[in-house]
């Protein structure tokens, strides 16, 4: 079983890490560190002006699911929107802990990861990427609604 669990498309995924680095100068950071082993990811998101991500960046330091997740969240994230990565998140957690079948859409590729249901003691590092990428966009989209307030009361 362990050797599905590392199966060729995990460990290319790995691999193949898109958007990886930091932006110079993002509206959102979100950070997650799976303390069971340490795994972590720290992304940079900006938004465009529908609030759907323009650019993205992450850097993750992650065992081969953790990076495999990140993996596809970098090949799907530009034009999601909260909503939608939301719903992946929820998704991507129902299928390790409930049986769910995982995300639909432009984050489907995460049921990739499916066989990681059985392996409790790595959900955590497989869901680092997708937390931070969420906790950013939220950041983002906050910062852009007070950016909104301050400058609807300068104007007044």
Known sequence: MIDELYSA???NLAANLPH???LAAPQG???????LCGSKAVVD????????????????KACALGQAAAGVLGESIIGASV?????AR??????LKAGGEGPEG?????RALKLVADYPA???????AIEATLDAVKQALARKAADTRTSLAGAA
């Open 29 to 35: 950071t979100g950070e997650r560190v799976a303390r």
């Open 83 to 87: 909503d939608e990565i939301a719903g």
């Open 90 to 95: 929820d998704a991507m957690s129902a299928m």
């Open 20 to 22: 990886s680095g930091r």
């Open 106 to 110: 432009r984050f489907e590729g995460l």
């Open 122 to 128: 790595r959900h955590a590092s497989t869901m680092v």
């Open 45 to 60: 998101v900006t938004l465009d002006a529908d609030g759907r991500v323009a650019e993205f960046a992450q850097d993750v």
């Open 9 to 11: 498309r995990i460990l």
